[in-house]
């Protein structure tokens, strides 16, 4: 073999080489992903009140919602603003210019372009119709919509909103198609056929609405950020959470919606092929009184109930443990944000009691001042609160029936009645502390402020706060608002919340995961993918080398090319020397 034959085949064999495609990612032993087909089955707490994401709030259809339409911009598990619709946007530097840049490739279920267009309806719409992020994006605050092109939004403020981006990312934003809303006088008439066939831009389509039993979502081809791996998403409704847990044990479903019984959080850690995933969240469990009432206006008795109420007990026994204590009026997971200063009343069932006293609620024959309503929707951590709180509140002369409601029920009887005295409701206060004017101003159901609370001086904070760009400036506002809802305690918070992510591990790419977080939003289930389906094969191609394996190989190939080219001139040296050993006639090794 001659030195050119053995170059060419060891350059081809590094070619070869770099030719060769890296493998997916392996999980759950030697399964390769991600793949292709398969149907997800959750077991989901409720149905949505509307297929109008942008005209009722609510958690269980915000879930579905955030399948079948997308926003301009979301936000992904930790809570940093993404690009949905938009790829990239500007704001200007006097912060009244928000530029958005779009898609071009982004098609309606229906097949209809989404252009510009559907994003100024969309924002008009909810300034209309009083949506529900009417307040949170401040529609009024806009000047105009310009549609300078089919895909570039130009949205002018009247003056500055430091939160506008992120609550364009929050509830009740979702892009809505003008050629099916377009000539819409009700948005909520149930006539309408949009509420009951939706027409998104999302990564699934509604397929089939069982009322009361179940939801199917389908692939969409032709979502404009590729095909989603699953063929189907299957939402059974299963109000109470025991027995959606039954049927996630049963093997009925592969996603745990609910928060589970907590006293089951060990036993599912140790269930084969179950995934129990833990992590903080800016969300807590938190009682609203509602002020309305009497005695609940006076704020002498909403502090002898903070007083009595030991939220550590809470923590332990209707949390089996898992949470921190509420020490604040707002979570402290927004660090920037949070006032370590504005503390709740401590536990203190004695003082409650003098404070009663001395306000002059006296206790009756039957021991008790006088008697309140507690109503809750159905789940353990609910009801064993209610339980806690109940008998809290006997020791200090305050008799608490419990009701416990279905939540569909729940929400009709707390957003729109005017029944209930407190509830305890778990809230996300994020992305911005902004976030948490809604729960303290306002009217319900557009407003989450379930207390009925009324300040002029939290009001005109909130309102200087969010025009402020800089960040100190921002944080002394809101301290300052921390520390007067102490004061006041038109709610008091209990516990710092986890979330609990229940799922079979034949399931991978959930937004939590290492493969998916930070590029799909909190509920977005795209990249989700099933150890059952179909490998998705990557065509060979040219790559750099970027894995310590093909590295690895990469010397060996080199140290193999040094060799030979080493071989081939030791070789050609020992002809030459043959050659002239036999021209002299001197063997090797003789000396003259």
Known sequence: MNKRRIISLVLLLLISLTLVPTAY???????????????????HWGEPLSFNPDAQVDDAGYAIHSLIFNKLVTLDVDYNVIPDLAYKWEVSSDGLVYTFYLYDNVTWHDGEKFTAKDVKFTLEAIKKFKGVAYEDIKVENIDRIETPSDYVVKIYLKEPYAPFIQFLAWYGTFILPEHIYGNVTDWLDPNLPALQEPVGTGPFKLQEWVKGDHITLVANENFFRGRPYLDKIVFKIIPDATAALQ?????????????????????????????????????????????????????????????????????EKAENGYGEVAEGTYTPAIAWAYNPNAKLPEYNPDEANRILNEAGYARGEDGFRFKLTYVSWQGPEEEAMGQIIKESLKKIGIDVEIKILEFSLWLEKVYKGDEVDFTVVDGFQGPDPANLRFRVTGETPQSLNLAHYKNEEVEKLFEEAEKIADTAERQKLYWRIQEILAEDLPYLPLVELIVFRIYKSEFHGFPWEEEARGKVGYNDYRLVWWEGGTLIEKPAATKPITDYTTAIVFVLVIVVVVAALFYVRKREKAVVEEEVAEETGIEEGEVE
């Open 247 to 315: 049927s996630f044990l049963a093997g009925e479903a592969d996603v745990l919606g609910h928060r589970p019984p907590l006293t089951e959080i060990p036993k599912l850690q140790e269930t084969p092929g179950v995934i129990v995933q833990m992590e903080p969240v800016p969300s807590r469990w938190y009682m609203c009184f509602n002020m309305r009432h009497k005695p609940l206006d006076d704020v002498r008795v909403r502090k002898a109930i903070a007083m009595a109420i030991n939220r550590s007990e809470i923590v």
């Open 25 to 43: 990612k392996k999980v759950s032993g030697e399964v390769e992903g991600p793949r292709l087909g398969g149907t997800l089955v959750i077991a």
